[in-house]
């Protein structure tokens, strides 16, 4: 059974940072391009971050700079480290695991930014 597990999010003031964490079980991890999406209310799910099997990395425009994307194969976690957070990024963070044949989502964690 493929599971995906997001953990990390939580309420920070803006300007503060976050680390999101992705545990995967029941794939060969190290083939899979690791995504993070992030959904804000009323808007539609957006792919924040990419890395690939063999590490290059992809970001959104509006969190170049800011938010750094890793991958441990041996541990089998991605992780979304979160820098000069803005209200703009609240939403449900996704991840994603993306081979050439299938794709998993898990279930989100809550990211809130506000003062």
């Known amino acids: 059974q493929v599971q995906l597990v997001e953990s990390g999010g939580g309420l920070v003031q803006p300007g503060g940072s976050l680390r999101l964490s992705c545990t995967a079980s029941?794939?060969?991890?190290?083939?899979?391009?690791m995504n993070w999406y992030r959904q804000a209310p009323g808007k539609q799910r957006e792919l924040v971050a990419a890395?690939?099997?063999?590490?290059?990395?992809n970001y959104a425009d509006s969190v170049k700079g800011r938010f750094t994307i890793s991958r441990d194969n041996a541990e089998k976690k991605v992780y979304l480290q979160m820098n000069t957070l803005k209200s703009e990024d609240t939403g449900v963070y996704y991840c994603?695991?993306?081979?050439?044949?299938?794709?998993?989502w898990g279930q989100g964690t809550q990211v809130t930014v506000s003062s």
């Open positions: 029941g794939i060969i991890f190290n083939i899979y391009t």
């Open positions: 890395i690939t099997s063999g590490g290059n990395t």
């Open positions: 994603n695991a993306v081979s050439r044949i299938r794709g998993y």
